[in-house]
């Protein structure tokens, strides 16, 4: 495929953690059915985002969208994801690499979380 979306989150010990991730993933493949998606992570679970990264080149992927799976912009998206992706891009200079905004600073998303929190505690 020449297009894919890598979804790239913290990652956390406990694999439980991942599920809404996956869920996002699977929900992002039914609206985007040209595009390959991959979830990676920062630390402590795989693949990593380079893992991902150098499969999807391997893959044939030519244009590589990456989303900040984060509720802001901390040091994680600041620092250590430039990092990550001069070095996707420096191994990989024929893809199309595209940073993507942080998915908790999308209005969207602050509106869904808004009207979730507004909700809560309340009974159906």
Do not use: C
Not at 79 to 99: F, S
């Amino acid at each position: 495929m020449p297009q894919a979306i890598i979804l790239f989150a913290h990652g956390a010990r406990d694999p439980a953690w991942s599920r809404p991730f996956e869920a996002v993933a699977e929900r992002l493949r039914v609206l985007q059915p040209d595009a390959e998606v991959r979830l990676a992570y920062l630390e402590f679970m795989s693949p990593s985002l380079l893992e991902a990264g150098h499969e999807l080149v391997q893959r044939g992927t030519t244009d590589i969208s990456i989303v900040p799976m984060f509720l802001g912009s901390g040091g994680h998206v600041r620092k250590d994801l430039p990092r990550l992706l001069a070095a996707l891009q420096q191994q990989h200079r024929q893809v199309t690499w595209t940073l993507q905004g942080t998915i908790g600073e999308a209005q969207g998303v602050i509106e869904a979380l808004a009207r979730e929190a507004a909700g809560m505690g309340r009974t159906p």
